[in-house]
Structures are given as structure tokens and as C-alpha cells.
């Protein structure tokens, strides 16, 4: 008798997108256009290898976590002034060729690495801290690419915080990795020596 096979499985549908990608121009985005179209719509956008990314807003639980973290980096850094915090509304130019200039939802970068003088509109190196808190609508490819981008960078210490399963995979260089629970408290390491904060008071 011929063999029966089952239908395959059907694939599951592919998530929402976190961000919309607008059509490139004649000439490749800059950082002026960057810097122009978020003035003009007060939109957040990032351009991710030459590619202009509009991002989606942040909701309400993705918001008052990156406010807890923010306030516990703040306390930290008036007792133990090492550097200096970055909000989310913040770009970094991760590389000039191809250009890529990301907006992670919290950064740190230590005093020794700032450049003195006048700023440029995006300090043209990776974070020594980046705190990411995941969307629902962000896939495992969006945020894995994140974290290539950021390592690659120079990046020592990255947190992605996963609200709905309330924990944290930490990233380090030379592919450290680790996961923190809701129980457990997170480690500055040596790039915030001495900065710990309870996934409970995040989370609570």
C-alpha cells in the first residue's frame, strides 16, 4: 500500500513588525536626514546599515520599566559619578560604513571614553551599558541582531529585558552570557562597579 504522509504543519504566522523601513532616496540616508525627520514628525528612527528604520512606540509597561531603570541608574551615578546615562531619544553611530545608528532604550558610557569639546548630534561609539527592554511585537531576529550590532561595537555590558517572562539575558564580551530570573538581582560588573538592582523592584 502507498505510504500516507501528513500534511505538512503550517507555518506559524510571522510577527508583527516593531518597525516600518522607509523607502531609501536617490542618495543613501545621512545623519542629517536622521536628525531631520525626527524634528519634523517627533517620531524615533534608527538606520541600520544604510537602512532608515521608523520605530514603534513604546507601551506602557515597556515605558515604566525603562522609568524604574532609569531612576536606579540615576541613584547609582549620584553616589558614584563614573559617566554619564543616555535616554532612549539618544543615537549612537555604531559604524560609519555601512552607516548604522541605533537608539538603545538605555545607555552608560564611562567618562574616559567621552569626547571633550563640542558633541557631535550622535557620539560616534558603542555604549560601555545598553539596556534594551523587548517589544511584543519584536522578533528573535530583530533582537539578536541588536546584540551582534552593539558587541560588535565595543559594547562591554547589554541587558535585554524581556517584560512578559520577567527576566534578563545579559551579554558580555567574549561571548559571556547569562540569564537573570525574577529572583534574582542584576550585577553592574565592572562596568557599574558596585550597582545591583533587584529584578523584584523591576518587575514589582
Not at 112 to 117: F, H, I, K, S, V
Not at 127 to 155: H, N, Q
Not at 167 to 195: K, M, N, Q, S, W
Amino acid at each position: 500500500m502507498p505510504t500516507i504522509t501528513a500534511p505538512p504543519a503550517p507555518a506559524p504566522p510571522a510577527p508583527p513588525s516593531d518597525y516600518s523601513v522607509l523607502p531609501a532616496p536617490a542618495q543613501a540616508w545621512t545623519e542629517a536626514d536622521l536628525l531631520r525627520l525626527g524634528h519634523d514628525d517627533h517620531r524615533q528612527y534608527e538606520l541600520v546599515r544604510g537602512e532608515l528604520r521608523q520605530m514603534s512606540p513604546a507601551n506602557s509597561v515597556h515605558g515604566n520599566l525603562e522609568f524604574r531603570f532609569a531612576v536606579a541608574l540615576g541613584k547609582y551615578l549620584e553616589q558614584h559619578p563614573l559617566g554619564e546615562g543616555y535616554t532612549g531619544d539618544t543615537g549612537f553611530q555604531l559604524s560609519a560604513e555601512p552607516l548604522t545608528i541605533r537608539s538603545p532604550d538605555l545607555a552608560f558610557i564611562r567618562t574616559e571614553r567621552l569626547p571633550t569639546g563640542s558633541r557631535p548630534a550622535f557620539l560616534p561609539l558603542a555604549p560601555d551599558l545598553v539596556i534594551e527592554i523587548v517589544s511584543p511585537s519584536e522578533s528573535a531576529r530583530t533582537i539578536a541582531e541588536k546584540v551582534s550590532d552593539y558587541l560588535a561595537a565595543g559594547t562591554r555590558l547589554l541587558w535585554i529585558v524581556y517584560p512578559e517572562q520577567q527576566h534578563v539575558h545579559e551579554y558580555r564580551a567574549a561571548h559571556a552570557f547569562h540569564i537573570y530570573h525574577a529572583g534574582d538581582t542584576l550585577d553592574g560588573r565592572d562596568v557599574l562597579p558596585g550597582f545591583r538592582f533587584a529584578l523584584a523592584a523591576l518587575f514589582g
